[in-house]
């Protein structure tokens, strides 16, 4: 039988690919809150912070990516909204 679900997935082990981990795979160990250029990365067009489920980053990292765009909003390095 047929089984439509089972379309959905892409390998035979059940599961979608996961992302790699953008932060540890460059070995980045503080993330600076005044490095704009690799904030942005991290932003939709609007300055929305992009889910950890389309960046691919662990929990940890995700938090602190989430910290260093709010502190950097905060003294005016980025927007709040808007285009980047």
């Known amino acids: 039988m047929y089984n439509q679900r089972s379309r959905s997935f892409d390998s035979a082990l059940g599961g979608k690919r996961r992302r790699q981990d953008p932060i540890a795979a460059n070995?980045?160990?503080?993330?600076?809150?005044?490095?704009?250029?690799?904030?942005?990365k991290f932003l939709t067009d609007n300055g929305k912070i992009l889910p950890a489920r389309r960046t691919g980053c662990s929990k940890k990292n995700q938090k602190a990516i989430t910290t260093a765009v709010k502190r950097a909003r905060a003294i005016g390095l980025l927007p709040y909204?808007?285009?980047l």
């Open 27 to 40: 070995k980045i160990e503080y993330i600076d809150f005044k490095d704009v250029l690799m904030l942005r």
């Open 81 to 83: 909204s808007g285009n």
